[in-house]
């Protein structure tokens, strides 16, 4: 049966028999899609540069017998080798694969979702990884499932929140709140509202770089806790880089 080539991101794989994969990838047309690329395992010809999450290329996908499509080729059109040389950067595009997975439903496409992942692994392997840009890639995330949070007018009646230095900021309510609903939640200085604003509207992670650790850990805490709320389970890869020794990142994933 004819294949269709796509841009594609590999979120995940796992063995599937004896020598084939199944691996999880994001199509900006498609969404996400469950495929079978067969003896993955050991074709170095249709699967040259291997399939490791995190990779960006061109697949060649076919409807299989059944539900499952078959991944036929996938060839890399972007370096992924300083993955396997930087724990940060493994620990980040593991975190930006897996967070994806986990949120996004299957075949829902959102061009726009897929070129916020691709510019983040872009930013974290081609560049020096930081963890501003998974806090952005987050934002971005959130946005395109329809769950940003409010950062200027209450999430519970959508008065304006008036910013002497800090604000009640609530992740798992929607956001920040007004005197009247903030029953208790967390403050959040008002110059990391404006820090999430700014990765938001997609201003330069860069801008924040030297920003206080204390800022930039409020930051990633805030968004975090939105995140969190949405996640059924939580993710290999952070675990993962909790385990990792204390100088391989600033804020962590
Ligand atoms: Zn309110």
């Known amino acids: 049966m004819q294949s269709q080539s796509t841009p594609a991101v590999i ?3 796992r063995p599937l028999g004896e020598a084939d994969l199944l691996a999880i990838v994001l199509t900006p047309e498609q ?3 469950e495929t079978a690329a067969a003896r993955a395992r050991n074709s170095k010809k249709r699967f040259a540069g291997g399939l490791s999450p995190g990779m960006r ?12 499509l078959r991944l036929e080729s996938f060839d890399a059109t972007a370096a992924h ?3 396997g040389a930087d724990l940060t950067r493994f620990a980040y595009v593991a975190y930006l694969c897996e967070l994806t997975d986990e949120l996004v439903l299957a075949r829902h496409p959102d061009p726009e979702l897929f070129a916020a992942l691709c510019l983040a692994l872009e930013q974290v392997i081609g560049g020096a990884p930081q963890a501003l840009h998974l806090r952005q890639y987050e ?7 329809g769950l940003s949070p ?10 304006e929140v008036g910013g002497d230095g800090s604000a009640a900021f609530d992740g798992p309510r929607g956001g920040v709140l007004c005197l009247e609903h903030e029953r208790g939640a967390p403050r959040l200085p008002t110059a990391a509202l404006a820090a999430i604003q700014h990765l938001e509207s997609g201003g330069e992670p860069a801008d924040l770089a030297s920003a206080p650790a204390a800022l930039r850990r409020a930051v990633r805490d805030a968004i ?3 995140v969190r709320s949405h996640l059924r389970r939580p ?3 952070q675990a993962f880089f909790a385990a990792l020794p204390r100088d391989a990142g600033a804020e962590g994933v």
């Not at 290329?57 to 499952?68: E, K, P, Q, T, Y």
């Not at 409010?150 to 008065?159: D, M």
């Open 11 to 13: 979120l995940r794989t």
């Open 31 to 33: 969404g996400k899609l």
């Open 57 to 68: 290329g061109v697949a060649a996908i076919a409807r299989g017998r059944g539900a499952l």
């Open 81 to 83: 080798a300083p993955v």
């Open 139 to 145: 934002l971005a995330l959130l946005r395109c499932l």
């Open 150 to 159: 409010a950062l200027t007018s209450c999430c519970v009646c959508g008065s």
């Open 224 to 226: 975090q806790s939105i």
């Open 235 to 237: 993710l290999h890869a």
